[in-house]
């Protein structure tokens, strides 16, 4: 009975980095069309998001007969609830990476040629959500409270990038829906990396069983 | 086993201790019965003498605590007894003893009393008178006697007891020592204890032998095995059906930067790649896959085939290899075809637009003359082109179908000087040469090549009022030829990047200037050939420097 519990554990494991993984694509998927400008590439992000969601549900149900059946209690309950929580902020990663792509393939966005620092921005969102899939690989406490610390620089660059585009605004000639669209976009990669500070407490959480986490 | 024997030792002596009470008691009993039944038989011949001698007067004073003695008349009628009133008594006519000495003059019998513990002993004798005398003595049974014995009894048992633990002890560590003390790890070494068990120990040791040597065996083979995985430069990995890795060579570690601890975790711990996954779930069901992975910013392909074991998969061997050179020298021939392509097409699209508006006379007859040199000129350049991919293509081929002769790198620079002079002129160039004569082994034509290609570019990248300097220096052991001009140089970011196939620092200008873009391709080549080493020096504005270092 035990040695069934050890190994749907174990497989929920595996399945939490599997989703983890499609995640780290999808958000880089986006941020490399968004880059390159390559239409093709944001095209196949919404078909991840699915794959991502279908894992969702997997998952939970996982999770969720787990609860029921095996009554786990101290770790093996923290790391259950956790992984309840996680594939939540997972599932939003991926959707918002798909909303990412939505925006460049309607209004044919390429950042490449942007003096914008949103490539940058996507970077340091996706070295987040990396680092937080990374930080409940390998039980990590260090990479995940330097995911949490890691947040303050992504904000960082979405308050300049805000900032510039306000300065954009202010010029007549230039094309207002545009520099929504951007504003948009940084927002998304904002809230990627908030999720992935998300995941980050809950990988703390699931190990050392203080849901305050970091700060 | 030490227990063992002790529970029986001491079960056989106490066994045999208790049997020996036993007998000793029975026989004991018996001569003791035998010895009071004699005693008995003299005690009543006395007493009967007594009584023939004496009347009943006999018993007046005699000593009668031990014996009852009852005379009875031939009737049977009781005459006289020591313990009982001889009127009350019944007549003892019946009794054995009594009837057997009234027909034999004696007689003896043995009864047991069944209130008391004990029997009593008979014995009668017929007197003179005919009556008869007859004594009877109480016998303890043998129980009673046992029952009078136990102190001592208790004493030998417990003694005996005692003596037979510590020996049975004793004995048993004794009988165990020599097992305990065998090596089984040597089991021939001391076998001084038991004859019976060195059948036993030779098989032990021969199977011993036998284990040591597969043992080594298999330490050999998997050192061999783990020899070549570690030294090979390709990942090796085994996972079994669920992805935990079984096994995971130096060179996978580092690829996949898995830690010292990866072995027995699931492969995606270590890297989770959706392409790897795809092929080991590719594996899982039984297919063979490929794919592409990207790791430290090379290109890896992952091979991944399914080991079949009894009809199911049983593991899955992961390889990985290096595949970036493989990809990037696919990319340089793409390139080249494409640049070629492109590089050919432009002057035919010229000749042929130039002669389609002669075909189709919309022009004047004379301007069909500038027409004719404009389709001429890139004809040449066409012809350039070619003639300047063949070179290249010969010069991929290397340097075995050359042949090196001596050749003076003045003369040759002299011979280009000269050919060049005209177009040197045509850009208001002043070409000069300076050195000594320097002689290496090398092939003219290609030497003449790297040359002029040189000089060449030093007149065309230069500006009007310039100056090209070729330099022959003759060392020791190697001679250096450099072609300086005051050209417009090269900005250092393209510096790495001018004897690539096609490039031009300066894209938009290359028509103007002309040239295929192949010049500096074929020294580098020939220089390669030669064995000499290329420097580039150049500042932009200023004028640039190639060097090149033959050795002798």
């Given at each position: ?13 595996e ?5 983890g ?16 400008g ?7 992000v919404?078909?991840?998001a ?5 894992k969702e549900?997997d998952?939970e149900?996982?999770?969720?007969k787990?609860l029921?059946q ?9 790391a259950?609830?956790?992984?309840l ?7 939003r ?19 490449g040629d942007?003096?914008l ?5 996507a ?12 930080a ?10 330097a ?17 510039l ?11 207002g ?14 809230r ?9 407490q ?5 190990i050392?069983?203080?849901?305050e986490?970091?700060? | 086993?030490t ?12 066994a ?5 009470i ?6 004991l009993y ?8 004699n ?7 006395l ?17 009668i ?13 009781v005459?006289y007894?020591c313990r009982a ?7 003892h ?11 034999n ?21 017929k ?10 003595v ?7 006697l ?49 004859d019976?068990?060195?059948?036993l120990?030779?098989r032990?040791?021969?199977q011993q032998?036998?284990?040591k ?5 298999m330490q ?33 570690a ?14 995606l ?52 290899f290096d595949?970036?050179e493989?990809e ?9 075809t494409a640049n ?7 002057p035919?699209?010229s000749?042929?637009?130039?002669a ?19 389709i001429?000129?890139?004809?040449q ?9 063949i ?22 620079a ?23 004569p ?9 030497l003449?090549?790297?040359i002029?290609?040189?000089?060449d570019?030093?007149?065309k ?6 100056k090209?300097?070729?330099d022959i ?5 190697s ?6 001009d005051t ?13 690539e196939?096609?490039?031009r620092?300066d ?5 103007e ?13 020939a220089?390669?050939i ?7 020096e150049?500042?932009?504005g200023?004028?640039t420097c ?7």
């Amino acid at each position: 009975m035990r040695f069934k519990f050890d190994e749907q554990l174990e497989l929920l494991n595996e399945e939490l980095i599997v989703m983890g993984a499609l995640c780290e694509k999808a958000i880089a998927t986006s941020a490399e069309s968004l880059a390159t400008g390559d239409l093709e590439l944001a095209g196949g992000v919404p078909e991840l998001a699915s794959r991502i969601d279908r894992k969702e549900r997997d998952i939970e149900s996982l999770c969720l007969k787990l609860l029921l059946q095996q009554q786990p209690v101290a770790k093996d309950l923290r790391a259950i609830s956790s992984a309840l929580k996680m594939i939540t902020d997972m599932k939003r990663i991926g959707d918002q990476s798909a909303d990412i792509a939505d925006i460049i393939l309607t209004a044919h966005i390429n950042a490449g040629d942007d003096a914008l620092s949103i490539g940058d921005m996507a970077s340091a969102a996706i070295k987040m959500v990396t680092d937080s899939i990374d930080a409940f690989v390998k039980k990590d406490i260090d990479i995940a409270e330097a995911v949490i610390d890691y947040d303050d620089i992504v904000d960082g660059y979405f308050t300049s990038i805000k900032s510039l585009l306000t300065q954009r605004f202010s010029v007549p000639e230039n094309d207002g829906e545009y520099a929504l669209d951007l504003l948009m976009i940084a927002k998304y990669f904002e809230r990627i990396a908030d999720h992935a500070v998300n995941i980050a407490q809950w990988v703390l959480f699931s190990i050392t069983g203080n849901r305050e986490g970091g700060n | 086993m030490t227990k063992r024997i002790f529970r029986s030792t001491c079960f056989v002596a106490i066994a045999v201790l208790i049997a020996c009470i036993v007998l000793i008691m029975g026989a004991l009993y018996s001569y003791f019965s035998s010895v009071q039944m004699n005693q008995l038989h003299m005690q009543t011949a006395l007493a009967a003498q007594g009584v023939n001698n004496e009347g009943l007067s006999y018993f007046d004073g005699l000593d009668i605590s031990d014996y009852r003695i009852t005379l009875v008349s031939p009737d049977g009628s009781v005459l006289y007894d020591c313990r009982a009133d001889a009127g009350t008594m019944e007549n003892h006519l019946k009794r054995e003893e009594i009837q057997e000495a009234l027909k034999n003059g004696e007689g003896e019998s043995r009864r047991f009393s069944s209130t008391l513990s004990e029997s009593s002993l008979y014995c009668a004798q017929k007197l003179n008178d005919g009556s008869v005398l007859r004594l009877s003595v109480a016998q303890k049974s043998i129980f009673t006697l046992v029952l009078g014995m136990s102190q001592p009894i208790c004493v030998v048992l417990v003694v005996a007891i005692v003596l037979s633990l510590y020996l049975a002890y004793r004995l048993s560590k004794n009988i165990v020592r020599p097992l305990n003390e065998l090596d089984l790890d040597d089991p021939l070494s001391n076998n001084d204890g038991y004859d019976e068990l060195s059948p036993l120990l030779k098989r032990i040791d021969r199977q011993q032998k036998q284990l040591k040597r597969q043992a080594n065996e298999m330490q050999k083979k998997q050192d061999e095995f783990t020899a070549i995985t570690e030294s090979m430069n390709e990942g090796l990995i085994l996972l079994n059906p669920k992805g935990t890795i079984i096994s995971i060579n130096p060179a996978a570690a580092k690829l996949l930067d898995a830690g010292q601890f990866s072995k027995g975790k699931n492969i995606l711990t270590v890297n989770r790649s959706l392409a790897l996954q795809e092929v080991i779930s590719d594996a899982v069901a039984g297919k063979s896959a490929e794919k592409i992975i990207e790791l430290h910013e090379r290109h890896y392909q992952v091979d991944a085939s399914p080991v079949i074991s009894d009809g199911a998969v049983g593991g899955i061997v992961l390889l990985l290899f290096d595949v970036t050179e493989k990809e990037d020298a696919e990319q340089l021939r793409r390139e080249f075809t494409a640049n070629v392509s492109h590089e050919l097409k432009t002057p035919l699209h010229s000749i042929s637009g130039y002669a389609e508006i002669i075909k189709s006379d919309l022009i004047s007859p004379e301007d069909i003359k500038p027409f004719a040199s404009k389709i001429y000129s890139e004809a040449q350049r066409m012809i350039q082109l070619v003639e300047d991919i063949i070179n290249l293509s010969h010069l991929d081929e290397g340097a075995d179908s050359m042949s090196f002769e001596d050749c003076d790198l003045y003369l040759m620079a002299q011979d280009t000087v000269a050919n060049l002079s005209s177009e040197a002129d045509a850009s208001d160039i002043t070409v000069t040469l300076s050195g000594d004569p320097a002689v290496i082994k090398g092939v003219p034509h290609m030497l003449s090549g790297i040359i002029y290609n040189l000089c060449d570019n030093a007149i065309k990248y230069n500006r009007p009022g310039g100056k090209v300097n070729i330099d022959i220096r003759d060392l020791a052991s190697s001679a250096i030829l450099s072609v300086r001009d005051t050209g417009i140089g090269i900005p250092p970011e393209h510096q790495n990047r001018i004897f690539e196939r096609f490039y031009r620092v300066d894209k938009s200008h290359s028509k103007e200037v002309g040239g295929t873009g192949l010049g500096l391709s074929i020294v580098k080549h020939a220089a390669k050939i030669h064995g000499a080493k290329v420097s580039v020096e150049s500042t932009p504005g200023e004028g640039t420097c190639i060097s090149l270092e033959f050795p002798k």
